[in-house]
């Protein structure tokens, strides 16, 4: 609900629901935020104001002689430099070369229709309400300079976003334009997700104090060093209780967001495109508008705030086309082959994938040019005849034949410089003046900003989707980027305009963005692409902090996690094939290693585990996901669709002579009888190792031929166990069967060794 309150205090504004509430007052014609966070009625808008009185301090008075009109200390929902207010401000202007004030005052508050949004930028859709309120400048030589502050309240987040629009004659500089600024009020713990290449969204909390905490990006993408969502929470919070707000940005560059505790104990909160570098124009008859920032709240711990985010996700962010669409299981051909591949290979690898239940199947790069590693071919799109001879329109032919979708990967925005891309265009390579150029992995990266060069990109991969019957493309993009400011900024709004040239008249195509695995992984994409893929590190054990860290924003069915080869190719770890597809069963599964040097039992393993997932895939990727405390070096995921319930159980390094183990199950109906049943999962005789001479009659080698060979054909049944109890009981916990500590295979042993995991399934009983 959104409503213009009039009081004889002033003018308020509520916009609230039950999931998040705002409240602003309009003082001295500046927006104070009187509330952002909990739902409170909008009776409660004057026993929320603020007033200090200035003493003998120096701060500056808005309004000479009012001592309650200190900007500095009052709660603002936005602010310039220049009006008394010196903590950080959403907006830098520079008229002339030299900074100017524009001192905004409000004027009127209205509706947004959606024909007044910028066509390129993407937006969240499905709002319930929207308001405007409409701010002009009160600075004498910039009469009519126009900031809309816009609020649009969704079922689970409120959306804010800035609009500068310049109906003054003067020409102005923008140096700096936040989406949203927020004061909060209280102590804060603030929670960022960074990392890098295959370490993306490791969470990293510190509290707020008096220095700022800025979370931003440089390399041109949303970037796997700090995704631009974050996490202020009170001190304390858990899981389940405590109180947390979530943060994000509709934006796929540069970022910045910033928190500080004011001297009076606010918390300021901005969150915008990175002023960094940035100069842009903003001349008379322009405008502006920034990307929308996303803010939730919860009052039941992350588990709450993760629903009401993965629902703000999948109800407002995913392409229509593919809201709560169940994704495929793909088979991705990169990991197993690189470069090294050619028609029969690929279709051998097919007839493996579909055999195990795969639905797509995904040729990643090299398939073009003259692309037989990543030094060449990179923005040429004839087909490589040489490992394709049928083209690509023959193997998806064949694909299809096989019963199977056909994906493929593309790298747009990069080219090679030995390519025929380059050698003709040498000019369309993005740099900066006088510099460079830079390489990274043997690219440049092409100037989006020109209107031939994304006229080449929508024309080439068009042409490739609509010839080769093609039902899912990977996009990829795998260097930072050489430029900054003004160009780096122009260069994301070129990436989207290419974006909806391409995807929006063909809503069927499941698009996956990537950055070399989770460098763009952001809200911005995701209004094209309803899956991302999350990084180049699928090893289950880092997957689990990668995953755990998207999780806090973004949903299940965003996240691409697929099975691949042990020991894993970054890591060189060995982990069991239950746990790799244990941690993928939580995102979109997919498969990604050489199924030709599959062993009988693996592929037999997979099979049955594919078949699992997609039986329940919907409530893997469209469940409602929490955590549940466990004990240290455990996690617990799980998913749940009211009826169906999943919890994924995951250990990293086994303690000797463990504990009892407990499954806690969240939110089930407290009085109604559940049934409890593990995945059936196997278990290498290999495992064992040494013990196995104890175990057979006689000593076996055990790196000899009979038990390689057992290792290949044969496998046991690994941690059977089923309860019947009610909800009560679940959440309270439940002892799980028992743990190898040396001695006794039974078929309901639950050999955990390191990096182990179970998942269980719980269902009503019937
Ligand atoms: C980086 C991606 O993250 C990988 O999955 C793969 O597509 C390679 N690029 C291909 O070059």
New binding site residues.
């Given amino acids: 609900m959104i409503r213009q309150i009039k009081k004889s205090g002033g003018q308020y504004f509520y916009i609230g629901n039950g999931a998040v509430c705002c409240m602003l007052k309009i003082a001295y014609g500046k927006a104070q935020l009187l509330h952002l966070g909990a739902p409170l009625s909008e009776d409660d808008c004057e026993a929320l104001c603020c007033e200090t009185v200035l003493g003998w301090e120096p701060g500056v008075l808005y309004r000479e002689g009012d001592t309650r009109s200190c900007l500095d200390e009052l709660p603002l929902a936005w602010s310039e430099r220049g009006t008394g207010d010196y903590r950080e401000t959403p907006v830098g202007l520079l008229y002339e070369g030299t900074e100017i004030c524009p001192d905004f005052v409000w004027s009127s508050a209205g509706e947004v229709n959606t024909e007044e949004y910028d066509a390129v930028l993407p937006h969240a859709r499905g709002a319930q309400e929207t308001v405007k309120l409409v701010f002009t400048s009160s600075n004498r030589l910039l009469e009519g300079l126009t900031l809309e502050l816009r609020f649009s309240l969704f079922e689970t987040a409120l959306v804010r976003q800035a609009v500068l629009i310049n109906r003054s004659d003067k020409p102005l500089k923008v140096m700096k334009l936040m989406s949203a600024c927020a004061d909060l009020q209280g102590s804060f713990m603030v929670s960022t997700f960074d990392g890098g290449w295959i370490r993306e969204a490791h969470i990293h909390t510190v509290p707020v104090t008096r220095s700022r905490v800025a979370n931003g990006s440089a390399g041109g993408f949303s970037s796997n060093r700090h995704n631009p969502g974050f996490l202020l929470s009170r001190p304390g919070v858990s899981d389940d209780a405590g109180e947390v707000y979530g943060f994000n940005l509709l934006w796929s560059g540069n970022h910045y967001s910033s928190v500080q505790r004011s001297s009076v104990g606010f918390t300021r909160v901005l969150q915008g495109i990175s002023p960094d570098g940035l100069c842009l124009d903003l001349l008379p008859g322009g405008r502006i508008e920034t990307p929308e920032a996303v803010a939730a709240w919860s009052g039941r711990g992350y588990n709450g705030l993760m629903e009401n985010m993965h629902r703000f996700v999948n109800e407002s962010v995913i392409p229509e086309a593919w809201r709560y669409q169940e994704r495929p299981v793909l088979y991705?051909n990169?990991?197993g082959c690189m470069f090294k591949f050619n028609e029969g290979k690929l279709l051998s690898l097919a007839k493996k994938a579909k055999k195990i239940g795969c639905e797509l199947f995904v040729l990643?790069?090299?398939w073009f040019g003259e692309r037989d590693n990543?030094q060449a071919g990179l923005g040429d799109y004839s087909v490589n005849r040489r490992k394709l001879p049928n083209g690509l329109e023959g193997l998806s032919k064949k694909i299809h034949d096989l019963g199977m979708q056909f994906g493929l990967?593309f790298?747009p925005e990069a080219v090679n410089p030995d390519s025929d891309c380059f050698r003709q265009h040498p000019d369309w390579v993005l740099s900066s003046p006088g510099t460079g150029p830079f390489y990274a992995r043997n690219e440049l990266l092409l100037d989006l900003t020109k209107p031939e060069v994304r006229d080449y990109i929508v024309e080439s991969v068009s042409a490739i989707l609509d010839k080769a019957d093609i039902q899912y493309v990977?996009w990829?993009m795998?260097r930072n980027s050489p430029v900054s400011g003004n160009k780096a900024y122009e260069y994301i709004l070129g990436l989207y305009d290419v974006l909806h040239r391409i995807f929006d008249s063909r809503p069927r195509i499941l698009l996956e963005s990537?950055?070399?695995?989770g460098n763009r992984f952001d809200l911005g994409m995701l209004c094209f692409s309803p899956q991302i893929?999350a990084?180049?590190d699928t090893d289950p054990v880092e997957r689990l902090d990668i995953q755990n860290g998207l999780y806090y924003l973004y949903p299940q069915s965003t996240i691409g996690a697929h099975v691949s080869a042990a020991p894993h190719g970054v890591t060189l770890r060995a982990t069991p094939m239950s746990t790799r597809s244990n941690v993928a069963f939580f995102g979109d599964f997919g498969v990604e290693f050489d199924l030709d040097s599959m062993k009988p039992v693996d592929e037999a393993e997979l099979k049955e585990t594919i078949a699992y997932y997609k039986q329940h895939r919907k409530t893997f990727q469209f469940g409602r996901f929490s955590r549940n405390g466990t004990e240290e070096g455990t996690l617990c995921w799980q998913v749940s669709d009211g009826e169906k319930t999943f919890c994924g159980l995951f250990h990293k390094l086994i303690p000797a002579g463990p504990e009892i183990e407990w499954l806690r199950v969240n939110g089930l109906d407290p009085d109604r009888t559940w049934h409890v049943e593990a995945r059936s999962q196997l278990l290498r005789v290999g495992a064992y190792g040494s013990l196995l001479r104890f175990a057979t009659p006689v000593p076996l080698d055990t790196e000899g031929t009979i038990i390689r060979l057992a290792d290949r054909h044969y496998q046991m049944r690994d941690g059977g166990f089923s309860a019947e109890c009610s909800g009560a009981a679940l959440q309270s916990g439940i002892p799980l069967g028992k743990r190898f500590t040396g001695t006794g295979y039974d078929a309901s042993l639950r050999v955990q060794g390191d990096f182990q995991s179970n998942v269980f399934c719980i269902v009503p009983k019937t």
């Fill in positions: 991705n990169w990991e990643d790069d090299g990543d990967w790298e990977k990829d795998n990537c950055a070399s695995g893929w990084s180049d």
